[in-house]
């Protein structure tokens, strides 16, 4: 009979946890069981999955297309898993999701899920948004399918897909998007997501191409979600009987920040700076607010700082880039590609910029008549604006409310102002300290109380028009527009309360001091000429400050219809 | 790699050679995506995860007991697909499933056993020292306040042959009275109801009964999110059946079904002696099979007389004429199956609810045919191993404590004097939380669960296990609830890393196969409870027990003879080619189909062969909603990418992705008016035991006067009234009163509905 003795001393243990832990390592499951289908190459679940597919290929004007059946969908999510799981996916990294919309009466409540992957749009906005030409459309088959060699890591498509589709790998540097598993589908199996259903909600169809642009012309794509008119999604989903006309999707009131590119916040502000200064330094020049002194004293530095600005801008830019070292390939998409063109636009303003530059520092000696410097700044100041439109292109084509066209190009052009006002009377003033020869009184006197003006003008009317979007608070219907004021008001409110504080502190408040008549008296009466400065310096700062939490914001609180989500995910 | 590997892959350029800096339609990023066509019939697979051979094992989240097929290479897990070819899910699975091998790599995997120090934090120490103060501070305990006074918790979620090893060790070896487990929470109910009726612990059916109803009853279960693969074997039936879902919330379930009662909460016992009533009155019943197979009909007659379909409507909510014609969907149905799951089972009545479902089955001659039954569907994925062989309220293999014979036979088998096994019954979970409150006990084992998150009424929990003198947690992750508030930590291989056997709700008993390496020093049960019995002093007592493999030997010896025979299983090998085997197996005339059920003879497990009707009178809700906490807060499974407390799915990104992150409460749109909370807002919820923030989801779905959280949350129980039923001590989880008050009302969010 087995009884208890001893406890053991722990002595002894040690060589039987030792045994234990070898005993845990040694995996021997392959050799102590039989492997099932050990030979056989076609897949086991064939018969279960041969009509969730096609069985022929798409003819001329078809093309291959998901297709959903609500009723079918019982929410439990094994597409998400499935196709992360048999896509060897990153750990993070999921191209399906699964979304759940309440809505019904107190007889007939409705829950109902929605799964959800790329729509293989027939006018996909991530191929006419790529700047690379990294997207590509089957021709045969209608797939949507993402070179993955090709992308740079711009992450345009992400701003230009309204269903949030192309996923961004950090660690690979690149976007990555469902295939509708083309390589499966061409052997005759069906997707992932598909053959993991089970409730074999989730089907392949072959469409025509014209049902797709008839129902996308006529009919809602899902409950809240983006209008399906913008890209013409393929997907179709099904149901017996209408959807509750009340149907919201769980997350439909949640209003949560949306990521800001710190780079691309840092590109547009000092391009746009840039642009700015260059403009005002060339209306400087041309106009009457300057002597022969003057401009050779100031007219060097600007054209450098404006270059510096500029160049700096657009390096920021490269960083935003997942694999700047293929930043090159950027020029192929300009036929389709905003952002091929803003590439192109701003290589030509820094080509041009420099050119004027190296004009300017190497004329220094000669009188005012420079009429090549003068050309070469006024295509300078063409190029930038043309540059500047491009950006405002840029996210005015994605749809989204908050970056419409008027929104953008407000916002844009009057940073051009905002900052490239500051920027040319600190350039200004701060040159003058290298001559006795012009004073700051003169400076100001001259043109710079004028500027102040047009500092206090371009900012009153900027943060005015950065308001406007509180109206939309006061709109009944929970429109895009409504989520981003909500943004705004609420989960970034702090944030833009600093932001109205440096817009109103630096753009009125301190260019009222500069204003006095102070300002434009020499000696004792005068201000000092570094008070003046500091001042004008602060501005700046303030300013620029300001306009980088703006551009912060623009980004952040850029909502947009979108599909159905989870509860406050 | 080529790209011309994957079939659909566009035609190589024929540029020139500088093109591909232009133009690069391959490289290394299209092949990191590649797949390829795979061998043991897989399809086609991630080229970079392919492997060069197969094992199939159980999923180890519920008792549905899905295969798995893992993807090895070099005999080590990189993949996994669902098993084609295993009768329970025939090639699906649910998302926890597929993510099963990626939880097992989280970084809060317990590597090395932590011991609390004199600063009050875990220090990693060794094996040994782990080992030695283990014992001492147990025997310390036990040497002057009793053996009784050190208790174990179990749980569901280990294999069979661990189990075992566990009750047996603390139980034989270690002199302990006292154990239970987590199962304590989920399926006590089931396991009384079934005793009483049919005279063992005998869930009837099989899945295929799923497939072969005219008219299926669910009742308290969500089985779209909380068995999906269940929910499928419903979609593959060709009979279009009759779905009723009995369930207070428009549920998933209910979605998809023919027919929703959404029945006041805890009204089932009414409703269901209603149904009774009215299939009785109707002449709706098997006579036939009353006389000849059953016990105690006529007192229940008498009994539902009472329960008129008017005063059932008025107590449950749901018209008379609904009653008549899910009665007579019940009756004009061939086959009709009833299904029960946690909203019976996490009762204040839960046995008698369960028993008024049997009692429906019995009387209607719906037991023991294809697509029939009373079928409780199970949580965990070893619940059903726990029942028959964890050594807790049931002696190994289904036996008695109390019985001298039972004792004999058991210490026989196990080579031990039978003086060494316990005469008195085990304290239940709540009793030995109790225990702990008074004193009795000062030292507690949990293995593999948290009450610390999972107990009723949480508050409490904590405060008492703080009051231990020493807790002892073994688990997969050092960062529970619990193993946070432990003085040692044992760090525990998962699923995947270890061998054994786990039993799912139809009976079938599947195999786990070792095919990932257990982190740092981190050892299966198994091997901790060796350990254990070696450090103690009682290894000679389990020489014998040296590998899953012999335990599970051992075991099919205690069953002999039993319901639960499983004699003629010859070993894993068996095991894995069957596709898993359902008990009974007796070593002589064991069935080899692949679907069997029970009762199919209509003898039940009573000495008198006979089952039996059990009742009794509703009781009231302990407490309903009042003056200062107006709402009846109900609780239950949020998603199916959840689990329990989620020790295991959080560690998954994918999973995480699945489910709201923060909670959520469900409130009636009326009911969001009228408390002035908009869609989405924070609220705080508050219970007479505590409080919480959530976030509101407004839904018709949910019913006026109700609120519901997912249990996942480690903050819902903190609410939770601890309240069980008196037959079997299972935590009735799903009805406290609670107040809902919104926090920081932004006048320019969603507007009120």
Same mark, same amino acid.
């Given at each position: 009979?087995?009884?208890?003795?001893?406890?053991?001393?722990?002595?002894?243990?040690?060589?039987?946890?030792?045994?234990?832990?070898?005993?845990?390592?040694?995996?021997?499951?392959?050799?102590?069981?039989?492997?099932?289908?050990?030979?056989?190459?076609?897949?086991?679940?064939?018969?279960?999955?041969?009509?969730?597919?096609?069985?022929?290929?798409?003819?001329?004007?078809?093309?291959?297309?998901?297709?959903?059946?609500?009723?079918?969908?019982?929410?439990?999510?094994?597409?998400?898993?499935?196709?992360?799981?048999?896509?060897?996916?990153?750990?993070?990294?999921?191209?399906?999701?699964?979304?759940?919309?309440?809505?019904?009466?107190?007889?007939?409540?409705?829950?109902?899920?929605?799964?959800?992957?790329?729509?293989?749009?027939?006018?996909?906005?991530?191929?006419?948004?790529?700047?690379?030409?990294?997207?590509?459309?089957?021709?045969?088959?209608?797939?949507?399918?993402?070179?993955?060699?090709?992308?740079?890591?711009?992450?345009?498509?992400?701003?230009?897909?309204?269903?949030?589709?192309?996923?961004?790998?950090?660690?690979?540097?690149?976007?990555?998007?469902?295939?509708?598993?083309?390589?499966?589908?061409?052997?005759?199996?069906?997707?992932?997501?598909?053959?993991?259903?089970?409730?074999?909600?989730?089907?392949?169809?072959?469409?025509?191409?014209?049902?797709?642009?008839?129902?996308?012309?006529?009919?809602?794509?899902?409950?809240?979600?983006?209008?399906?008119?913008?890209?013409?999604?393929?997907?179709?989903?099904?149901?017996?009987?209408?959807?509750?006309?009340?149907?919201?999707?769980?997350?439909?009131?949640?209003?949560?920040?949306?990521?800001?590119?710190?780079?691309?916040?840092?590109?547009?502000?000092?391009?746009?700076?840039?642009?700015?200064?260059?403009?005002?330094?060339?209306?400087?020049?041309?106009?009457?607010?300057?002597?022969?002194?003057?401009?050779?004293?100031?007219?060097?530095?600007?054209?450098?700082?404006?270059?510096?600005?500029?160049?700096?801008?657009?390096?920021?830019?490269?960083?935003?880039?997942?694999?700047?070292?293929?930043?090159?390939?950027?020029?192929?998409?300009?036929?389709?590609?905003?952002?091929?063109?803003?590439?192109?636009?701003?290589?030509?303003?820094?080509?041009?910029?420099?050119?004027?530059?190296?004009?300017?520092?190497?004329?220094?000696?000669?009188?005012?008549?420079?009429?090549?410097?003068?050309?070469?700044?006024?295509?300078?100041?063409?190029?930038?604006?043309?540059?500047?439109?491009?950006?405002?292109?840029?996210?005015?084509?994605?749809?989204?409310?908050?970056?419409?066209?008027?929104?953008?190009?407000?916002?844009?052009?009057?940073?051009?102002?905002?900052?490239?006002?500051?920027?040319?009377?600190?350039?200004?003033?701060?040159?003058?300290?290298?001559?006795?020869?012009?004073?700051?009184?003169?400076?100001?006197?001259?043109?710079?109380?004028?500027?102040?003006?047009?500092?206090?003008?371009?900012?009153?009317?900027?943060?005015?028009?950065?308001?406007?979007?509180?109206?939309?608070?006061?709109?009944?219907?929970?429109?895009?527009?409504?989520?981003?004021?909500?943004?705004?008001?609420?989960?970034?409110?702090?944030?833009?309360?600093?932001?109205?504080?440096?817009?109103?502190?630096?753009?009125?408040?301190?260019?009222?001091?500069?204003?006095?008549?102070?300002?434009?008296?020499?000696?004792?009466?005068?201000?000092?000429?570094?008070?003046?400065?500091?001042?004008?310096?602060?501005?700046?700062?303030?300013?620029?400050?300001?306009?980088?939490?703006?551009?912060?914001?623009?980004?952040?609180?850029?909502?947009?219809?979108?599909?159905?989500?989870?509860?406050?995910? | 790699?080529?790209?011309?590997?994957?079939?659909?892959?566009?035609?190589?350029?024929?540029?020139?050679?500088?093109?591909?800096?232009?133009?690069?339609?391959?490289?290394?990023?299209?092949?990191?995506?590649?797949?390829?066509?795979?061998?043991?019939?897989?399809?086609?697979?991630?080229?970079?995860?392919?492997?060069?051979?197969?094992?199939?094992?159980?999923?180890?989240?519920?008792?549905?007991?899905?295969?798995?097929?893992?993807?090895?290479?070099?005999?080590?897990?990189?993949?996994?697909?669902?098993?084609?070819?295993?009768?329970?899910?025939?090639?699906?699975?649910?998302?926890?499933?597929?993510?099963?091998?990626?939880?097992?790599?989280?970084?809060?995997?317990?590597?090395?056993?932590?011991?609390?120090?004199?600063?009050?934090?875990?220090?990693?120490?060794?094996?040994?020292?782990?080992?030695?103060?283990?014992?001492?501070?147990?025997?310390?305990?036990?040497?002057?306040?009793?053996?009784?006074?050190?208790?174990?918790?179990?749980?569901?979620?280990?294999?069979?042959?661990?189990?075992?090893?566990?009750?047996?060790?603390?139980?034989?070896?270690?002199?302990?009275?006292?154990?239970?487990?987590?199962?304590?929470?989920?399926?006590?109910?089931?396991?009384?109801?079934?005793?009483?009726?049919?005279?063992?612990?005998?869930?009837?059916?099989?899945?295929?009964?799923?497939?072969?109803?005219?008219?299926?009853?669910?009742?308290?279960?969500?089985?779209?999110?909380?068995?999906?693969?269940?929910?499928?074997?419903?979609?593959?039936?060709?009979?279009?059946?009759?779905?009723?879902?009995?369930?207070?919330?428009?549920?998933?379930?209910?979605?998809?079904?023919?027919?929703?009662?959404?029945?006041?909460?805890?009204?089932?016992?009414?409703?269901?002696?209603?149904?009774?009533?009215?299939?009785?009155?109707?002449?709706?019943?098997?006579?036939?099979?009353?006389?000849?197979?059953?016990?105690?009909?006529?007192?229940?007659?008498?009994?539902?007389?009472?329960?008129?379909?008017?005063?059932?409507?008025?107590?449950?909510?749901?018209?008379?004429?609904?009653?008549?014609?899910?009665?007579?969907?019940?009756?004009?149905?061939?086959?009709?199956?009833?299904?029960?799951?946690?909203?019976?089972?996490?009762?204040?009545?839960?046995?008698? #609810? *369960? +028993?008024?479902?049997?009692?429906?089955?019995?009387?209607? %001659?719906?037991?023991?045919?294809? =697509? $029939?039954?009373? /079928? @409780?569907?199970?949580?965990?994925?070893?619940?059903?191993?726990?029942?028959?062989?964890?050594?807790?309220?049931?002696?190994?293999?289904?036996?008695?404590?109390?019985?001298?014979?039972?004792?004999?036979?058991?210490?026989?088998?196990?080579?031990?004097?039978?003086?060494?096994?316990?005469?008195?019954?085990?304290?239940?979970?709540?009793?030995?939380?109790?225990?702990?409150?008074?004193?009795?006990?000062?030292?507690?084992?949990?293995?593999?669960?948290?009450?610390?998150?999972?107990?009723?009424?949480?508050?409490?929990?904590?405060?008492?296990?703080?009051?231990?003198?020493?807790?002892?947690?073994?688990?997969?992750?050092?960062?529970?609830? #619990? *193993? +946070?508030?432990?003085?040692?930590?044992?760090?525990?291989? %998962?699923?995947?890393?270890?061998? =054994? $056997?786990?039993? /799912? @709700?139809?009976?079938?008993?599947?195999?786990?196969?070792?095919?990932?390496?257990?982190?740092?020093?981190?050892?299966?049960?198994?091997?901790?409870?060796?350990?254990?019995?070696?450090?103690?002093?009682?290894?000679?007592?389990?020489?014998?027990?040296?590998?899953?493999?012999?335990?599970?030997?051992?075991?099919?010896?205690?069953?002999?003879?039993?319901?639960?025979?499983?004699?003629?299983?010859?070993?894993?090998?068996?095991?894995?080619?069957?596709?898993?085997?359902?008990?009974?197996?007796?070593?002589?005339?064991?069935?080899?189909?692949?679907?069997?059920?029970?009762?199919?003879?209509?003898?039940?497990?009573?000495?008198?062969?006979?089952?039996?009707?059990?009742?009794?009178?509703?009781?009231?809700?302990?407490?309903?909603?009042?003056?200062?906490?107006?709402?009846?807060?109900?609780?239950?499974?949020?998603?199916?990418?959840?689990?329990?407390?989620?020790?295991?799915?959080?560690?998954?990104?994918?999973?995480?992705?699945?489910?709201?992150?923060?909670?959520?409460?469900?409130?009636?749109?009326?009911?969001?008016?009228?408390?002035?909370?908009?869609?989405?807002?924070?609220?705080?919820?508050?219970?007479?035991?505590?409080?919480?923030?959530?976030?509101?989801?407004?839904?018709?779905?949910?019913?006026?006067?109700?609120?519901?959280?997912?249990?996942?949350?480690?903050?819902?129980?903190?609410?939770?009234?601890?309240?069980?039923?008196?037959?079997?001590?299972?935590?009735?989880?799903?009805?406290?009163?609670?107040?809902?008050?919104?926090?920081?009302?932004?006048?320019?969010?969603?507007?009120?509905?």
């Amino acid at each position: 009979m087995a009884t208890c003795g001893n406890p053991s001393n722990s002595s002894r243990l040690l060589p039987i946890v030792e045994s234990l832990l070898a005993d845990q390592h040694d995996l021997t499951a392959v050799d102590r069981f039989a492997q099932r289908h050990a030979a056989s190459t076609a897949p086991a679940m064939a018969d279960l999955y041969h009509d969730l597919i096609p069985l022929t290929r798409p003819g001329p004007g078809e093309q291959y297309a998901f297709e959903v059946d609500l009723d079918a969908c019982s929410g439990c999510k094994a597409c998400v898993a499935a196709c992360h799981n048999l896509n060897g996916l990153e750990e993070h990294e999921t191209w399906r999701s699964v979304g759940v919309m309440y809505g019904g009466t107190d007889r007939e409540p409705c829950i109902q899920h929605v799964t959800t992957a790329c729509h293989h749009c027939l006018d996909p906005a991530c191929l006419t948004g790529c700047p690379v030409m990294a997207y590509d459309k089957d021709p045969l088959t209608g797939i949507v399918r993402h070179l993955d060699d090709q992308c740079i890591g711009c992450q345009y498509c992400i701003f230009m897909c309204p269903y949030d589709v192309p996923r961004y790998s950090t660690a690979k540097g690149i976007v990555r998007k469902c295939d509708m598993c083309q390589g499966r589908l061409a052997a005759g199996e069906p997707p992932a997501c598909v053959q993991a259903c089970p409730s074999h909600a989730i089907r392949i169809r072959t469409v025509s191409v014209e049902s797709v642009r008839s129902r996308c012309a006529t009919d809602q794509f899902i409950p809240t979600a983006p209008d399906p008119g913008i890209t013409l999604p393929t997907t179709a989903f099904t149901a017996r009987r209408p959807l509750p006309r009340n149907l919201l999707p769980a997350d439909f009131f949640a209003a949560t920040p949306m990521h800001a590119h710190m780079t691309l916040v840092v590109m547009l502000v000092l391009t746009q700076l840039s642009v700015g200064a260059f403009v005002v330094g060339h209306v400087l020049v041309a106009g009457a607010w300057l002597d022969a002194t003057s401009q050779a004293l100031v007219r060097p530095a600007h054209a450098t700082v404006g270059l510096l600005l500029g160049l700096i801008g657009m390096l920021a830019a490269v960083f935003h880039l997942g694999r700047p070292w293929y930043a090159y390939r950027a020029l192929l998409g300009l036929r389709t590609s905003w952002l091929s063109r803003e590439i192109l636009a701003f290589g030509v303003f820094g080509g041009l910029a420099s050119a004027h530059a190296a004009a300017v520092w190497l004329t220094l000696s000669r009188d005012r008549s420079n009429v090549l410097a003068d050309s070469l700044g006024l295509l300078t100041c063409l190029a930038g604006v043309a540059a500047v439109g491009c950006s405002i292109m840029i996210y005015a084509s994605t749809g989204r409310p908050y970056w419409s066209l008027h929104r953008t190009a407000t916002k844009f052009t009057l940073t051009c102002g905002v900052l490239g006002l500051p920027i040319a009377l600190l350039v200004s003033l701060a040159a003058s300290a290298w001559r006795p020869g012009v004073t700051t009184a003169a400076i100001m006197q001259r043109y710079g109380q004028d500027v102040c003006v047009g500092v206090v003008v371009a900012v009153v009317a900027k943060l005015l028009f950065e308001s406007a979007i509180f109206l939309e608070l006061r709109r009944s219907q929970f429109t895009p527009l409504k989520r981003s004021a909500i943004l705004l008001m609420d989960s970034l409110g702090s944030t833009t309360m600093l932001r109205m504080f440096f817009g109103v502190a630096g753009g009125i408040l301190l260019p009222l001091v500069l204003l006095s008549d102070r300002a434009t008296l020499e000696g004792r009466a005068g201000y000092h000429p570094l008070f003046v400065c500091a001042i004008v310096a602060t501005v700046f700062v303030a300013l620029l400050v300001g306009e980088f939490i703006e551009r912060y914001l623009f980004f952040a609180a850029s909502a947009a219809a979108r599909m159905p989500g989870a509860t406050a995910a | 790699m080529n790209h011309t590997d994957s079939p659909g892959a566009p035609a190589p350029s024929t540029d020139p050679e500088w093109a591909p800096l232009m133009r690069q339609w391959c490289g290394p990023l299209t092949a990191d995506l590649l797949r390829a066509s795979s061998r043991f019939g897989l399809g086609q697979v991630p080229a970079r995860l392919e492997p060069d051979a197969t094992a199939s094992m159980v999923c180890g989240y519920c008792s549905t007991g899905c295969s798995l097929t893992l993807h090895l290479r070099d005999g080590e897990a990189v993949n996994l697909t669902p098993d084609t070819s295993y009768p329970v899910n025939l090639g699906m699975a649910c998302p926890k499933g597929w993510e099963a091998l990626t939880v097992t790599q989280a970084n809060d995997r317990a590597t090395t056993p932590l011991a609390r120090d004199a600063r009050g934090r875990l220090v990693p120490v060794g094996w040994d020292v782990a080992m030695r103060l283990f014992c001492e501070r147990f025997k310390a305990i036990q040497a002057s306040h009793g053996p009784s006074s050190v208790a174990f918790l179990g749980t569901g979620q280990i294999a069979t042959e661990e189990m075992a090893f566990l009750g047996s060790l603390a139980k034989f070896g270690m002199g302990m009275v006292h154990g239970d487990g987590n199962t304590r929470q989920c399926m006590a109910t089931s396991v009384v109801a079934y005793k009483q009726a049919f005279g063992f612990d005998a869930p009837p059916y099989t899945y295929q009964d799923f497939e072969e109803s005219d008219a299926i009853v669910l009742i308290g279960s969500n089985l779209c999110i909380a068995h999906p693969i269940m929910w499928q074997r419903i979609c593959r039936n060709p009979r279009t059946p009759e779905i009723i879902v009995i369930d207070p919330r428009a549920t998933e379930t209910a979605m998809a079904a023919t027919q929703h009662l959404a029945l006041e909460p805890k009204s089932d016992l009414v409703l269901l002696y209603g149904l009774a009533h009215i299939l009785i009155t109707e002449g709706w019943i098997d006579e036939n099979f009353i006389a000849r197979h059953t016990d105690g009909f006529d007192g229940f007659r008498d009994h539902v007389t009472t329960f008129t379909p008017e005063r059932v409507a008025s107590a449950t909510g749901i018209p008379v004429e609904q009653l008549h014609y899910v009665a007579r969907t019940i009756h004009k149905a061939e086959r009709t199956s009833f299904w029960w799951t946690m909203g019976v089972n996490q009762s204040y009545e839960g046995v008698r #609810t *369960a +028993q008024a479902i049997i009692n429906l089955a019995l009387m209607t %001659g719906n037991i023991g045919r294809p =697509g $029939t039954g009373a /079928n @409780s569907i199970t949580g965990q994925c070893n619940a059903m191993g726990s029942r028959l062989f964890s050594n807790t309220t049931n002696l190994l293999g289904g036996h008695d404590f109390l019985n001298a014979a039972h004792r004999e036979k058991v210490a026989g088998i196990l080579g031990i004097d039978s003086a060494r096994i316990p005469q008195e019954n085990s304290l239940a979970y709540d009793q030995i939380m109790e225990g702990i409150l008074r004193g009795d006990i000062r030292g507690l084992w949990v293995v593999c669960t948290n009450p610390a998150h999972s107990w009723i009424n949480q508050n409490t929990c904590r405060d008492i296990l703080d009051r231990l003198d020493f807790l002892v947690v073994q688990d997969m992750y050092h960062s529970t609830d #619990t *193993a +946070q508030l432990a003085d040692l930590v044992l760090p525990a291989a %998962g699923w995947g890393e270890k061998d =054994g $056997t786990l039993i /799912n @709700s139809e009976r079938r008993i599947g195999l786990l196969k070792k095919v990932a390496r257990a982190p740092g020093q981190a050892l299966s049960d198994f091997s901790i409870f060796k350990l254990v019995a070696e450090s103690w002093g009682c290894g000679a007592m389990f020489e014998r027990w040296k590998t899953p493999h012999d335990v599970f030997e051992i075991l099919k010896e205690l069953s002999r003879g039993q319901p639960c025979d499983i004699t003629g299983i010859a070993d894993y090998r068996m095991i894995d080619e069957r596709g898993g085997i359902q008990w009974p197996y007796p070593e002589a005339g064991g069935d080899d189909a692949p679907q069997r059920r029970l009762f199919a003879d209509g003898a039940f497990f009573h000495a008198d062969r006979r089952a039996r009707f059990l009742f009794a009178n509703p009781q009231e809700m302990p407490e309903p909603p009042n003056r200062k906490f107006p709402y009846l807060l109900l609780t239950g499974r949020g998603t199916s990418s959840q689990w329990h407390t989620q020790s295991r799915t959080s560690k998954s990104a994918v999973l995480r992705r699945l489910a709201p992150q923060e909670p959520y409460v469900e409130i009636h749109p009326a009911d969001a008016r009228s408390e002035q909370i908009r869609p989405n807002q924070l609220v705080s919820l508050t219970s007479q035991r505590g409080e919480l923030v959530a976030r509101a989801l407004v839904t018709p779905t949910i019913q006026r006067g109700q609120l519901f959280m997912p249990m996942h949350y480690g903050a819902t129980n903190r609410l939770t009234l601890a309240h069980f039923d008196p037959l079997s001590r299972q935590p009735s989880y799903k009805n406290c009163a609670v107040r809902i008050t919104p926090i920081g009302n932004s006048p320019h969010e969603a507007p009120i509905p």
